[in-house]
């Protein structure tokens, strides 16, 4: 019996944003974005962040090799991830932040769903930086 067609491979939609000292951070629109965000797109020294206890979009700080970032750049993209979720409202937000190589998907987990380790928890305030952009540079969506 033949094989059925493949799948076309759709790309992640994401928002990006450009932090002070042209640090870019990626945030996944869907439970879909978020899986492909964080175990395919995301590099092993990239940070990797989500707000703790409750739904939200995967953030991911890309880091460039033999580059690291700053406290307030961390941060900056923890806040991120904090407007990305349901707590955007409040003053101050809990956020799970670990390298990317910490984050594993558990075996059968639905999309979306991740494990961490050797997280650190920040407290932020939700914001972003101006207006997202698509990564390819265009007006549209992925």
Known sequence: MPRPPRQEKVPPRL??????????????????????????????????????????????????AGQE?????????????????????????????TRARYVTKPRGAKPGTVEIRKEKVLKVRPAVPGEPRTPSGEDEPW
Do not use: C
């Open 69 to 97: 970032p700053d406290n307030a750049t961390v941060k900056a993209a923890a806040a991120v991830a904090a407007w990305h979720s349901k707590k955007r409202e409040a003053k101050m937000v809990g956020v799970s932040a």
């Open 15 to 64: 928002w990006e944003y450009e932090l002070p000292g042209g640090w870019i951070v990626w945030a996944g629109r869907t439970d879909q974005d978020n899986d492909r965000l964080s175990l395919r797109l995301a590099k092993s020294n990239d940070w990797w962040f989500h707000v703790r206890g409750m739904p939200g979009s995967h953030v991911v700080l890309r880091v460039p």
